[in-house]
């Protein structure tokens, strides 16, 4: 029989995950919402509630969007909680602070189901293309056991350790990638302040030791200013910052560049900038910039 998949919260992650795992034999559930009645279309299958979805799974990813969605879903009336069985495996891929993720597994394990932290790194292009990478920790047996089918989802699929590992990983990415977009940014302005052309920078630094995948990822968008479509809005880093600092506060870390970089997604925020790339942080440093 094929294994069920269920999948709570059908965003930019848990669709794209449904997308990629039901070509490979697996039946995919979801909740019935407004925003789920296409997906039977894509080939999965709508249920009434999350206890439903709880007790029709073998595996249950939960992409959700805030904590607070979270918490409802799980622990709510006819929640996951209610129709959890011992043989369900919880995958959480939130980007949460550390404590949630430690909050839900001292819920999940009151119990008869296992909960395994396994966060993903990437957006929709760098997963859709085979280089997103997943970050599986908790119980090791049961990360074996789903590792094959999240590997449907991202080739490099890893285990990392002891629960909690991969969303402190996670977080770690998150803060060196929102750092290395705004350090890109202000290198380009500083080019262009230059005199530099854009096609110079791109065909120059990329190859140099001041290439990044993230300049491989934004440098070209700088050049173009080319905002919408995007892949990775603002949005995503702006929200996961202030958890990457929340954490960085607790560890009395003084952080500095940690704080400046999430300074200036607070500026694209308040620009309402925030469904446009992240790399929009350059024309906020443009905007500070004194003429010459």
Known sequence: MAEKIGILGLGLI???AAELIIPHGYD??????KSTEDFPEMGGNLVESPRELAEVSDFLISALPTVESARDTFYGENGVISGAHEN???IEM???PVSIKEELKDKIDDSPATIIDCPISGTQPVIRAGKGVIMMSGDK???DAVKPMLEHVAPKTSYVGDYGTGIKLKLMINFMVGANTVALAEGMLFGERMGLDSQT???IVGPSAAGSTVFGMRAAIIAERKWQPCAGPSKL???DLDIVQEQADALGLSAPLLRICNEYYKKIEKADRLDDECA???EILEEEAKPV
């Open 280 to 282: 929009v942080v350059f």
């Open 237 to 239: 880093l702006w929200k």
């Open 201 to 203: 920078m791109l065909d």
């Open 28 to 33: 995919c559930y979801a909740i019935r919402r």
């Open 94 to 96: 939130n980007t949460f």
């Open 14 to 16: 848990g669709r794209l």
């Open 141 to 143: 047996s049961s990360c």
């Open 88 to 90: 369900l495996i919880i």
